[in-house]
Every structure is written in C-alpha cells, then in structure tokens.
C-alpha cells in the first residue's frame, strides 16, 4: 500500500467557489474537501487544490471579463478529460475558455487543447487519441 501523498498543484485564486467549480465540472473532478481557505479536487492519483488569495491582497487584483490571459507564468496544469468539446462547452458556460478545435494537436497517444481559467491562469485539456 503507498502511504505517500497524492501529487498535487496549488492554484491561488481571488473566488475559490467559482475557481473550483470550474475545474471540477470542466476536468469531471471530484470535491473531497473544502473550507474557507481551499477546496480540494481529485482525479484518480492527482489533486488540484484551489487555495484562496488572502482578502487583502485579493481586493487589490482585477480580474477583467474575459480575463486577462496569463501567458508568461513557467508552469501549465494539463488535466485529462473524456472529451475535449465538452469541456469546452462546459469552460465557456463557466467563464473561461478553451481553444477552437483547430487549435488541437496530437501527441503520444492523446488529443490536446490549451485554454484558460475565470481568472486568466492557462491549462491543457487532453483526451485519449484511441
């Protein structure tokens, strides 16, 4: 039995409730845990926890509508989903985004598509190419 923890990624987030919903229903994760500080989501062997900027520093950041597309960060969370075209429906309906289909590429074994959160944080989705 692994007594290690789960791997793991860290989002901060000005609206965790929303930022959480997003990726839940947007990636089909599963809530396992949350407070007023961070919400935690699992997907088989990988956890996204949603952690909540604090009140002080959030109230200084905007988040513009669509948001601004944080391109230049060094770390991207590419996340599988059973079907990349409805988890783009599902990202719009949520307030965020994910590239048209052309925009898709294959590689070792998967389809993927890049996109963005509610706050402007980019991700990857990827579904199996079988």
Known sequence: MNTRPKPSVVIFAKDIDAMARF???TA????VHG???HIVLDEE???LVVHGIPKRIAATIEITRPPLVREDTPIKVCLPVSSIEQAR???????GRIGPKAKEWTARGFRACDGHDPEGN???????AA
């Open 23 to 25: 990726y839940r229903e």
């Open 28 to 31: 089909q994760m599963t809530e």
């Open 35 to 37: 407070d007023r500080d």
């Open 45 to 47: 062997g990988f956890q």
């Open 89 to 95: 429906t599902k990202a719009a309906e949520l307030g």
């Open 122 to 128: 980019v991700f990857q989705v990827r579904e199996s």
